[in-house]
């Protein structure tokens, strides 16, 4: 989606030289004495923003990486994710201060939101927010980093996000919030309710994918990562598979039920259907114990179709 932007700087960046010099400027050997110093000043702004862009490429504790998740600051597997990747960099914690588990993305409007240091990660700084897990990155990049983070990491979450639920997710609408915000960003989830859950194996992938996309020289800024790791031993995964997102969803149903006011309310379950036969889904690869790596997006446009009713319909 970014490829021309990133060739752009992969170009200025590789060459030294500016992207936005004007054009038909004469070189500075051709001008005379007295336009050396202005053309020098001149190009000096634009100088100055491409170090600023080398100087985004960080290593070490110079990194920050901002991690939040939709079950909680207290779940098992937010504390995974912080320990898996607390060397990579500053990890800063901001997530919710309970379950919001489905809430896809939706942002706080009508009431207030707070947030409150918290010391769950030792000596880690983190914060708890009433809010939701998008409400959580936009309050981390305004009022806690004041400026954005390396890459922004959701999870781990209990429970699978794989085909339809990354439209539910609230794990993966603050990844995709922080892609909004030009963040590159990962979801994490584990396909496993129980807060006893074994992390091992999401742990050890976490940190290979975060450590490999924080080594490159240029991350793509819009960039958005939806991981699903099976649940099963470390030893059985078979290693990533990049995959499409499956054509899969729930057959809902509401069970109906009267409370002892004689009032009805609604319970909603659900049996999952595969509809999508293909090798190449997460579906596919999380049944075959492999880690499902779906790049995700958040330009909605069927451009298929797009292109197709620019030359059907008629004005």
Sequence with gaps: MAKERKEGINKSLATGTSTKLNPGQP???SVINTKVKAAKEADEPQNDKEKNLKSNIRTGKDRIILITNDDGVTSPGIAALV?????????VVIAPDKA??????AITIG???RMSSVNTFGEIEAYECNGTPVDCVKLA???VLHRKPDICLSGINHGANHSINVIYSGT???ALEAAIESIPSIGFSLLDYSLSADFTGAKKYARLIVEQLLTKKTIDKHLCLNVNIPAVDVNVLKGLKVSRQAYAKYEEDFDERVDPHGRKYYWLTGEFVNFDK????DVWALNNNYVSVVPVQFDLTDYRLKEKLEKTLKW
């Design 278 to 281: 293909g090798r190449d889904t």
């Design 141 to 143: 990049v305004d009022k």
């Design 111 to 113: 009431s207030p939101l």
């Design 27 to 29: 070189p500075v050997a």
């Design 172 to 174: 993966m609408s603050a």
């Design 100 to 105: 919001q588990s489905g809430m896809g993305h």
């Design 83 to 91: 320990d898996a990747v607390k060397d990579l960099g500053k990890v």
